[in-house]
C-alpha cells in the first residue's frame, strides 16, 4: 500500500509492506512482516537515510533500522532505485517504548510514545504547533498524557526558533 505523508505527492512513490509472515529479506538481521520502500525521491545521492543509519550504528543507539537497496519493480515496470526498511514501530525488537510505569505529575525515563510530524492527521489525536508543524501521537495516552506531550513539543519548538535566546 502506499505511504508518506508529503512524499506520496511526489512523482516517485513509497509502500508499504505486509507480509504474510515473517521473513527474513535480503538476509537482514530480523524476521518481520512490515517492511517499507522508500522512494528517496528528493536524495539525489540515495545516501541520506544510509549515513544516518550507519552514525546510528556507531553511536549504538538501542535500534537502528535494517535496510538494503533494491531495484523496484511494480508489475513488471520498472519504478527505480528504493531502500528496503524495517517498518518502525512499537516493539521488543524494534523500539521498544516499554511498560508505561511513570506518571505524567513523574514520568519514568524509560516511558515513551510514537509521536509523529503527520499531514494527514488520520490518528486520534494530533495538533499544530504555533510554528505550522503538525504532529499526531500514535500511541495510546491519556489526555493528560497527550497534553504533556504537546507541551513539551511546544516549549520545545519555541526554544529551538527564538533567535532571541542563547541558550
Wanted: charged share 25%; hydrophobic share 35%.
Amino acid at each position: 500500500k502506499g505511504r508518506g505523508n508529503m512524499t506520496w505527492t511526489l512523482p516517485k512513490k513509497p509502500y508499504k509492506l505486509k507480509l504474510d509472515k515473517k521473513l527474513n529479506v535480503l538476509d537482514m538481521p530480523s524476521k518481520n512482516k512490515h517492511w517499507i520502500l522508500v522512494a528517496n525521491y528528493l536524495d539525489q545521492t540515495l545516501l541520506k537515510n544510509d549515513t544516518a543509519f550507519c552514525m546510528s550504528r556507531q553511536l549504538a543507539l538501542d535500534w537502528t533500522p535494517s535496510s538494503r537497496p533494491v531495484e523496484f519493480y511494480l508489475n513488471g515496470s520498472y519504478q527505480g532505485a528504493y531502500s528496503m526498511i524495517e517498518h518502525i514501530r512499537d516493539d521488543a525488537e524494534r523500539v521498544n517504548i516499554g511498560s508505561r510505569i511513570g506518571t505524567v505529575e513523574a514520568p519514568h525515563p524509560d516511558d515513551g510514545f510514537f509521536v509523529e510530524m503527520d499531514w494527514r492527521l488520520g490518528e486520534p489525536f494530533y495538533f499544530h504547533t504555533w510554528i505550522g508543524h503538525a504532529y499526531t501521537i500514535k500511541t495510546d495516552s491519556s489526555s493528560a498524557e497527550r497534553d504533556l506531550i504537546a507541551q513539551y513539543i511546544f516549549d520545545f519548538e519555541s526554544r529551538l526558533y527564538d533567535r532571541s535566546n542563547p541558550n
